[in-house]
C-alpha cells in the first residue's frame, strides 16, 4: 500500500538500504523485533494515518479549537485517536518495557511520526507530546511519579505537554518567573503563568500533566536556578482527582495548525496549586533538553513531512492539469500537454523532491545516532554518536522548517490559482508549515546555538568528526567514475565551510562575540546546504549499488539519481554566495543604528 501524502518506497529504502534498521536488532534492547515486525508497524501507521488523520485532515483546521466555560472544545476524534494510540501501543513506543512501552527503535518511530504528520500534523501533536512527556518522567523521575503518571499517559488517558515559555521571557529561560515554594508535605506550591502550551487544555482527556519548568526560591541565578516539575491539572488526592488550581487563560488563534490548541496558563492564582519535583533541584534544564532535542527532531519531521504531503499533491495534479504544449510544437490544433511535460515544473517538483527525501535522510541518520547513543555502552563510540548528534540536531530541525516552506510554496506554484484556494489542501500546508521554523527554538537560536556552540566545544571535536564522515562518503564516491565530479563539487564546499569556520572563530577574538554571532543564521544556512548535498551523495550510492546488481525498480532508483544530479547543480551552488557574505569583514547589521529602519 501506498499513500498518496508519502512514499512507503523511499521510507523502505532508508531504513534499509541506507541506514540499516535491522542493525540495531543486534543490540539487546532491540532484540525482540525483526523485518517482520519493522514492516507491520510501518504499514499499520500507512493504514491509520488514511484512515483515521487525513479524512479529517480539514475538518480540524476549519472548526479550531475554542474556550469556553474554562475547558477548550476540540475536535470529537482527538479522544479516539489518544485512545487508539494508547491502546496501540504508540504513546510507549520507545519506552521500556519496564513501564509498558515498546522498546521500538526511534528510526522506526520517526518514520511513523512521519506519516502521521503527513496526514494530518494537528492530530499526531497530541499523543506525540504525551510520549515526550512520559519520556522525561521515565528518566528523570521518582518510582512513586512514574507509578503515578505513567500508565494513564501511556494509555492516552491523559495528556502531557512541555510548558516552557512565558510572557517576558519567551526563548529567554534566564527570565522564568514561574516560582515553586517547597513545603512540609514533599511537594511544591507552584505560582506564574506560561504562553504557547501545546494541548495545555482540552475535553479530549481526563487530565493534563504539564511538565513546567520553574524557580525555587533562593537557587542560582539564571538558568542554573531552573527545576522541572510535573504539575497536573487535576491532582490525586484519597484515589480522586480534584482541582490542582491550574487554568486556561487564553486559547490562541493561529494562521495554521490550527487543530491543536496552543494555550495561556494561569498556574496558582487561588495559591492551591501543587508541583511535584522530577529529579533533582536546578537540573531542570539539563532534564528538559532531553525532551527538546527529541522535539527538535519531531519539528524537522512534521515540517518535511508538511512538505511531502503537498508534493505529492502538486505531482498528481501536474500529471492531470493540461495547459500550453512543448515550445517545440507549434500548431495550436494539436492536444495540451501535462504541465507535468514542462521544464519549469519538472524543476519545482525536483526541489521539492529534493528538499523532502534529503530531509528525511538527515533526520532517519540522526535517530540512528540517538538509538545507538540508547544502548552503547559508555566509551569512545557511543560519545562519537553524541557529538556528531549534538551536532546535526540544530540542522535537522531548521533545514526541513526552513526549506519546507519553500517547498510547499513550489507545491502551491504548480497549482496555480486552485493552490491558493482551498479546494485543495495546499493552502493549509502552507499555513501549517509556517509554525516549523518558530518552534522549539527559532532558526536565529539555532543559528548561534550551532556556531557559538556546538562547532567550538571540546575544541571543535564534533565539527571534526562532522568533517571525517563526510569525507568517508566522498572516498567511496570516488571509487565510482561517474560520481567524482559530485566528490569534488562537494569537497570544494566542505573546504570552504572550514574556512568560513576559521574566519568567524578569528572574528570572535579580535571583533567579539556580537560580531562573531551576527550572521549565525546565514552559517547555519550554509551547514545545512553542504549537509543535505552530503545526505543526496550517500542516496545517490546506495542508488547506484542497487542498480548494479539489479535493473529492478529502475524508475526508483533513477529518480534518486536525477534528484542528486539536481541538488549539486540548482541548490549546491548557494554556497559560493553564502561564503562571500560570511567571509566579509564587515559588521552591517552590528553598526546599523536602528533609526535608519524607519
Known sequence: MTARFVSKRNLEFLLYEVFDLLSLTKHAYYREHDRQMFTMVLETSLKMAEETFLPILAEMDRQPPELAAGTVKVHPAVRKILRDFGEGGWIGSIHPESVGGFQLPLML???????????NYSAIIYPGLSKGAAGLIINFGSQELIDAYIPKLLSGEWQGTMALTEPQAGSSLTDLTTTAEPTANGHYKMRGR?????????D???????????????GPP???????????KKRIENGKLVSNDVAASEVYHKMGYRGAPILGLSIGENNDCRGYLVGEPHQGLRYMFQMMNEARLGVGMGAAAIASAAYYTALDYTRQRLQGRKPTEKDPSKPQTPIIEHADVKRMLLFQKAVVEGSLSLLMQCSYYADLVKVLPDGDEKRRYELLLDLLTPIAKTYPSEMGIQSVSQSLQCLGGYGYCDDFPVEQYYRDARIHPIHEGTTGIHGMDLLGRKVTIKDGAA???YLAEIRQTLERARAISTFQPLANQLEAALTSLEQVTTHLIGLSQSAGTEHFLADATLYLELFGVITMAWQWLIQGLSAHAALEKSPAETDFYQGKLHTLRYFFRYELPKTLALTSILMDTSSLTVELDTKFLG
Not at 110 to 119: G, L, R, T, Y
Open 194 to 202: 506560561k504562553i504557547f502550551t501545546s494541548a495545555g487544555e482540552h
Open 222 to 232: 539564571g538558568v542554573k536556578g531552573i527545576s522541572l516539575f510535573v504539575v497536573p
Open 204 to 218: 479530549g482527556v481526563d487530565n493534563i500533566i504539564h511538565l513546567m519548568l520553574a524557580k525555587i526560591p533562593g
Open 463 to 465: 565539527f571534526q568528526l
Open 109 to 119: 518511530d520517526n518514520a511513523c511520526s512521519f506519516v502521521f504528520s503527513a496526514a
